[in-house]
């Protein structure tokens, strides 16, 4: 079966500084992965590599057999894409921002109304669909650019920081959609998340990464395991001790992130509320 | 305390039936004007929704057409081809009008940008040319509603207008590409500067020396020579040439003003496409 998603060797440079140093990585098809790491990690790098965003300078990376430097249109017709910002149109409504997704994915005029429906209902906004999106809360933005992202029934679904800002609730919530879209459709699933607790709650597999390297790819509880192992004793570590055993520090020492980043998650953060 | 809210029920497998399918995509020609059509509907839909920006965009026209044209026709200090002031000045004002719309739409491009909606819209499978293009055309239909609020006050101040529909037609194509053109200049220069406060003063700068530098106002004989070399490579001159030749019936070079029209906004659109990647990374 051909991988959803498989990076070889990937680098990217911005400058001086080396954002992803030569990353491996497949994504199986119909699973959840989630990629981890403080900013400046290079996540959000290696995701724009992926949605074709970025130039692929050096190594490869292939979507369903699809290599992303040649055959791009390929490529993005198979992506769903949710950026880290909070990026639907306050002034359109729900429906509306729904259905600009559909227009520019070809969605024919007949099936328009009823897929956007279906997307809407997927992600539990069918009965605020006719509401500016203005006027939506910040986890209800989230599944609306989930709904956006899934009317052209991606193949792989890419989430940059689907969470930020949210409230527990609200967190719950968005993840419990993806769950049930996920196994109503079968799709991938590409997550990049600050969050360790919902990385192991919710992901079939996790790349960890640091300073642009993938220093660990396995299941939570494997990565759990190999620690306990490593380090003995009787208690579970949690995903947060088996970053800091491998990177050398907690996520939260290391949130410098460049200024992009920063911004970028203080703005969606001051958006939420 | 209260119970926290529920969050609503994730969909069933039989709810989603069609997102299961991809749309099949369209090919060759049609993208272009599928995606078009796309980027117009959602502006509509934005007016449909919040018309205080026709309002409020009302205003400096009008006031040009009333106080400026009123005044200057009275004074009768300059030339206008032998026909009202009033009259010659109202086709540079809608063409004036289209240019003020345009020329900072590049400053939405770096918001959706920063909101991460451009970065949405270009992981789409939209050629850049074709999403460009649906961006310039969607600023079309802004100055469009603008030249029909222009063009009815003309009419109550007194202004001669021909309501020939095969007329009225070519001022509604000459306003679009006039407002692509510089709806893409403004795109091309985000996706070099990348940065609104920067664009902002490039658009302040070049939008006076664009509208003076052109027969918007006053006729190009009455230029010095180098102004007159810069109206004449200028594309906001053939869009009032156009103009006034369709509104007013005075001799015009429609074959010429339409070539040039055209011509610029396929390379406005040439050079934003370019352009626009740089402001994804």
């Given at each position: 079966m051909t991988d959803a998603l498989g990076l070889t060797g990937l680098r990217y440079r911005f400058g001086k500084v080396e954002a992803v140093a030569g990353v491996d990585l497949t994504v199986a098809e119909g699973e959840i992965f989630g990629l981890l790491g403080p900013n400046g990690a290079g996540k959000t790098t290696a995701i724009r590599c992926i949605t074709t965003?970025?130039?692929?300078?050096?190594g490869m990376v292939r979507v369903f057999g699809h290599d992303a430097s040649r055959e791009r249109m390929a490529v993005r017709r198979l992506l769903g894409y949710v950026p880290?910002?909070?990026?639907?149109?306050?002034?359109?409504?729900g429906r509306e921002n729904v259905a600009m997704f559909a227009r520019v994915f070809d969605v024919p005029r007949r099936e328009r109304a009823a897929r956007v429906e279906q997307a809407l209902t997927a992600v539990g906004l069918a009965e605020a669909s006719?509401?500016?999106?203005?006027?939506?809360s910040g986890g209800m933005v989230r599944r609306l650019e989930l709904a956006q992202a899934l009317v052209s029934a991606p193949r792989l679904l890419i989430l940059d920081?689907?969470?930020?800002?949210?409230?527990p609730i609200a967190r719950t919530g968005v993840w419990e959609h993806i769950n049930a879209v996920r196994a109503a459709t079968g799709m991938t699933v590409l997550v990049t998340t600050h969050y360790m607790d919902e990385a192991d709650q919710y992901c079939d597999r996790i790349g960890l990464m640091h300073r642009g390297v993938l220093r660990a790819c396995a299941t939570p509880y494997r990565l759990k395991e190999d620690l306990r192992a490593r380090q003995g004793g009787d208690g579970v570590p949690t995903l947060e001790e088996v970053f800091r055993d491998l990177a050398g520090s907690g996520l939260e020492g290391e949130l410098e992130g460049g200024f992009r980043d920063v911004r970028s998650t203080r703005r969606t953060a001051t958006r939420l509320g | 305390m209260s119970a926290a809210p529920a969050a609503p029920q994730p969909a069933s497998a039989?709810?989603?039936?069609?997102?299961?399918t991809p749309p099949r995509p369209l090919t060759g020609w049609r993208v272009l004007p599928a995606r078009i059509a796309a980027m117009c509907v959602v502006e509509l839909q934005k007016l449909r929704h919040d018309r205080s920006e026709l309002y409020t965009r009302a205003i400096q026209p009008a006031l040009w057409l009333l106080i400026f044209g009123m005044t200057f026709t009275r004074i009768g200090l300059i030339p206008s081809d032998g026909i009202p002031y009033l009259d010659y000045l109202a086709a540079g004002i809608i063409a004036q009008s289209a240019m003020f719309i345009s020329i900072f739409y590049g400053i939405q491009i770096i918001w959706e940008r920063d909101a991460g909606v451009l970065n949405k819209l270009l992981v789409t499978p939209t050629p850049r040319a074709a999403l460009v293009a649906g961006k310039a055309f969607a600023a079309g239909i802004k100055a469009l509603i603008q030249a029909l609020v222009i063009v009815v006050l003309a009419a109550v101040l007194g202004v001669g207008i021909s309501w020939n529909p095969l007329r009225l037609l070519g001022v509604a194509v000459a306003v679009v590409l006039g407002a692509a053109f510089f709806s893409c200049l403004s795109v091309a220069i985000a996706g070099i500067v990348r940065n609104r406060d920067r664009l902002m003063g490039i658009g302040q700068a070049i939008t006076m020396p664009l509208f003076f530098a052109?027969?918007?106002?006053?006729?190009?004989?009455?230029?010095?020579g180098w102004l007159q070399a810069l109206s004449a490579v200028n594309p906001l001159s053939y869009q009032v040439d156009a103009l006034r030749g369709l509104l007013?019936?005075?001799?015009?070079h429609l074959p010429l003003d339409f070539a040039v029209l055209a011509v610029s906004a396929v390379l406005g659109i040439a050079a934003a496409s370019a352009l626009l990647p740089r402001l994804a990374r």
């Open positions: 965003l970025l130039p692929v300078p050096s880290q910002q909070l990026s639907a149109d306050g002034n359109l409504t006719g509401r500016m999106a203005a006027t939506y920081e689907p969470t930020i800002g949210l409230d | 039989d709810q989603l039936d069609l997102l299961l052109s027969n918007a106002l006053y006729p190009t004989s009455l230029m010095p007013l019936g005075t001799p015009a």
